[in-house]
């Protein structure tokens, strides 16, 4: 059913940039860091920051509004989810991912150029490094959040060799490994991610039992199988039908006979109608991207027993922003 829609909130959504570009400009100035430690002028809070006092207090009481920060006699502190989330040194910190959606901006700004042409826009460059490290490390954070959750609901009981295709830092492998003792895995991504992933590994003391291995999934062979459980988190959207279609057959060919895939992603409704946050980052991928975009699940499914696989199921587990999870045997 369509939703109704007043003029408030129609004006409400056309300048929700407002508040996602005042959010992004606290996290890249450091704010929410810069007043961790409680109540702080905003003349201190300039200061700290090298900024233009007159417009840091502009920042700063916009972000007050949006329930950010709490303001009392002039001074500033963050609100809770502040403290938890924006402060670079809390365990929960999602500045990173947020770095990214900033990164993103020019080219939403030009979305209906996109539409007209059916191509990507261009878009300001922040530098390649600091755009991977802000895509990266955003991504590692959602993962570390989502991945014990996923690992307590995906058995994997009884598998011993998990390929992690495309997985970055391997944050998933290593929420799976901690969960299934008997369980090794390969980390199957770019060269450029390899050191971090390494690192990130090796922290989580697993670096015996997860591996990995260099390579474009999309032109090269996966080395390192058989395998008896693959996990594609976030594979499909960044590639045109065809090329899914590639990439799921090349994963079912290294899996033993019996295996389980999984494909998590954000999964639309068959009539593409919806979940919202799927369909709208559809339009991210055009954005970005000459061939991604969101799929259905009736599509995955498609895809998935094209390339052979059996028992083809939704698995009932549901992430933040509408990502599911399709699994099958082979």
């Known amino acids: 059913m369509a939703a109704t829609w007043t003029i408030g909130e129609l004006l409400g ?15 890249r100035l450091g704010l929410f860091s810069s007043i961790a430690a409680g109540f702080t002028t905003g003349e201190q809070i300039s200061e700290n920051l090298n900024t233009d006092p007159r417009a840091t207090g502009l920042l700063l009481d916009g972000l007050t509004g949006m329930g950010l920060l709490i303001k009392e006699d002039g001074s500033y502190v963050n609100s809770v989810a502040a403290d938890d989330f924006l402060v670079k040194q809390s365990t929960n910190y999602i500045g990173h991912i947020i770095l990214h959606h900033h990164h993103l901006v020019d080219g939403w700004a030009q979305l209906d150029q996109a539409v007209r042409t059916g191509q990507p826009v261009d878009k300001r460059s922040y530098g390649e490094d600091v755009e991977r490290e802000s895509f990266l490390m955003g991504m590692f954070n959602l993962a570390m959040a989502n991945g014990p ?6 058995d994997l009981s009884g598998r011993t060799r998990l390929l992690d295709l495309g997985g970055g830092p391997g944050t998933y492998a290593i929420h799976f490994c901690l969960k299934n003792p008997t369980l090794s895995a390969v980390i199957f991504d770019r060269s450029t991610t390899e050191p971090f992933a390494r690192s990130t590994v090796e922290k989580f ?16 062979d996966l080395s ?12 499909l959207h960044s590639s045109g039908e065809e090329m899914c279609q590639q990439i799921i057959d090349k994963t079912v060919a290294a899996m033993e006979p019996g295996g389980l895939i999984l494909i998590h992603d954000f999964i639309l409704e068959n009539d593409k109608s919806g979940p919202e946050f799927p369909a709208l980052f559809g339009l991210n991928m055009l954005l970005n991207n000459p061939a991604g975009r969101s799929y259905s699940e009736s599509e995955i ?30």
């Open 13 to 27: 959504t056309s300048s929700a940039y407002w508040r996602g570009c005042a959010l992004q400009a606290g996290v």
């Open 149 to 154: 959750k996923v690992a307590a609901e995906v």
């Open 205 to 220: 003391g697993l670096t015996e039992r997860i591996d990995f291995n260099s390579g474009d999934f999309t032109t090269d």
């Open 224 to 235: 390192g199988g058989p395998y008896d459980a693959a996990w594609l988190s976030h594979i």
């Open 301 to 330: 499914i498609e895809m998935l027993c094209q390339a052979g696989a059996k028992e083809v199921q939704r698995h009932p587990w549901k992430g933040p922003n509408d990502s599911g999870i399709i699994c099958a045997t082979v």
